[in-house]
């Protein structure tokens, strides 16, 4: 009899903690889906970081699981792409989504875009490589102290609205700099002619001294660099006509440039590197093509 009482209670005690064991892992599966159902969602929203946490607690309810390390991964790199991005590596950057791109059995959707980030990234490449040429060669004039022609060149690189764009914002401040040098060297230029001229025709009259001085500086010049100095003499920005500081035939008012530079702004866009002229036009362009200014700067000048 007390054998027969034995068998029994050792048969509930195995189906109970059968029945314990097959409950508990139908919950952990019911988890790990949640999990990964869970962190498909937050790639989708972009919210990687959650992602990321999601991913890894799956990983915790399914030890070694390769689906879920295979997502985590994806993810990760992807995150290391966009702040490659954001950092302006651009050769890392493309390095991430590449791997992110060739991802198998990954998220698709990090995938795609992955694919359009290296779409992206290697225009960024393109550009960078472009404008870099020409800013050597606009360097390499100033340093022949060809001023109004190395300025000629830097206009190459502020009349493309790409070149406005945050992805080249080191060299939109180098530009920058150099068209402030040119300019300076432009004025000190003409200083230095007119005085070489009047102290040449000091022994002269006066009147004649003076009209030969004028003309004599003047005739020291180039016909390329007298319009070059004409355009930027006494001032760190091209001469503009007056239609061109005007909106619908009003004269754009400085309050209006600095309201427009903190939209610019906000729109993502380098605007405080921007000269007041470049903030005009971007007016005068987003009222011609009838957007508003925070629209035109992130289509134009992003």
Do not use: C, P
Request: aromatic share 8%.
């Amino acid at each position: 009899m007390k054998k027969w009482v034995w068998v029994v209670a050792t048969i509930v005690v195995a189906l109970l903690i059968g029945g314990y064991a097959y409950s508990n892992h139908h919950a952990t599966a019911k988890e790990y889906q949640a999990a990964m159902a869970n962190g498909r969602t937050a790639i989708q929203s972009k919210h990687y970081t959650q992602a990321e946490s999601y991913f890894q607690n799956a990983l915790k309810r399914r030890l070694n699981d390769k689906t879920a390390q295979r997502y985590l991964t994806q993810t990760q790199r992807f995150v290391s792409a966009e702040n490659a991005l954001d950092d302006l590596h651009f050769a890392s950057a493309q390095k991430h989504y590449q791997t992110v791109q060739d991802t198998k059995n990954g998220s698709q959707v990090l995938t795609k875009r992955a694919q359009d980030r290296l779409k992206q990234v290697k225009t960024i490449r393109g550009n960078v490589k472009q404008f870099k040429k020409l800013l050597t060669q606009a360097q390499g004039q100033n340093e022949a102290l060809n001023y109004g022609q190395s300025n000629t060149t830097l206009d190459e690189l502020f009349n493309n609205s790409k070149f406005r764009q945050r992805y080249y914002k080191n060299l939109y401040s180098q530009a920058l700099a150099l068209r402030k040098a040119n300019n300076a060297g432009q004025t000190a230029s003409l200083a230095s002619s007119a005085s070489s001229t009047a102290a040449a025709s000091s022994s002269e009259s006066s009147a004649t001294s003076s009209s030969t001085a004028t003309s004599s500086s003047s005739a020291s010049l180039t016909s390329s660099e007298q319009a070059a100095a004409k355009n930027y003499s006494g001032s760190n920005e091209y001469t503009v006509t007056k239609k061109q500081k005007e909106l619908n035939g009003k004269t754009i008012t400085a309050d209006q440039i600095a309201s427009a530079r903190k939209t610019i702004n906000a729109a993502g866009v380098q605007a405080d590197a921007m000269s007041d002229q470049d903030v005009r036009v971007a007016l005068q362009q987003a009222n011609k093509k009838d957007m508003s200014l925070s629209a035109y700067a992130k289509q134009y000048l992003q």
